[in-house]
């Protein structure tokens, strides 16, 4: 009778300490949102910035950080499901972010926006400005403009592949039209496969 007495016992402990352990575990959570940081420069030597320490490609960025980016690299950092930003050469921006928006104050340089769930609010000498996807803001400048890159991708040049590939379609049925048979490719043997 003892036995079933102690089993029990050790068996009600364990649960407690394994209850214990996961609730310890579930608070210890992290719940603070981190980025990645992508350095582009000429080089595999470029470095940046961040909050005054030198970063290389793959460091974490969490909010409330201050990125820097030297005369000879830029740097994209991607903040997961709030978006990604690009930061030209000679640039600081100052980041603040969580998993829905991105926010900044930029003190030199430019910043343009590659992808966001909303538009992104940034701070420049000349006041504030908000910027959608593949739009630039300057640190001097009082409004936002279009990337060069953004603009072309998603503007009339897709019209012009549009039409090319239409046209190609054309001359192909219009080559088989003139050639009076079904096939593209010219005459053919046909071959059965019953004798």
């Known amino acids: 009778m003892n036995s079933k007495l102690i089993r029990y016992a050790l068996t009600m402990c364990l649960m407690v300490a394994i209850s214990a352990t996961y609730s310890m575990v579930a608070l210890a959570a992290d719940t603070k949102s981190a980025g990645e940081i992508l350095i582009t420069g000429n080089d595999n030597a470029s470095t940046v910035t961040v909050n005054g320490e030198v970063a290389k490609s793959g460091r974490s960025i969490f909010s409330s950080s201050t990125i820097s980016t030297p005369a000879d690299a830029g740097a994209i950092i991607n903040l997961?499901?709030?978006?990604?930003?690009?930061?030209?050469?000679?640039?600081?921006?100052?980041?603040?972010?969580?998993?829905?928006?991105?926010?900044?104050?930029?003190?030199?340089?430019?910043?343009?926006?590659l992808n966001a769930a909303h538009t992104v609010g940034v701070t420049t000498l000349s006041g504030d400005v908000k910027l959608n996807v593949g739009e630039t803001a300057s640190a001097t400048a009082v409004t936002a403009s279009k990337s060069p890159t953004a603009a072309g991708a998603s503007g009339g040049d897709w019209g012009w592949w549009a039409l090319i590939v239409g046209g190609a379609v054309a001359v192909i049925i219009i080559t088989a039209a003139a050639n009076g048979d079904n096939s593209l490719g010219g005459s053919s043997t046909q071959i059965s496969p019953i004798r």
């Open 80 to 113: 997961g499901k709030a978006g990604k930003i690009e930061l030209a050469h000679d640039t600081t921006f100052s980041v603040s972010f969580d998993d829905n928006s991105i926010n900044g104050s930029l003190s030199s340089g430019s910043v343009t926006v």
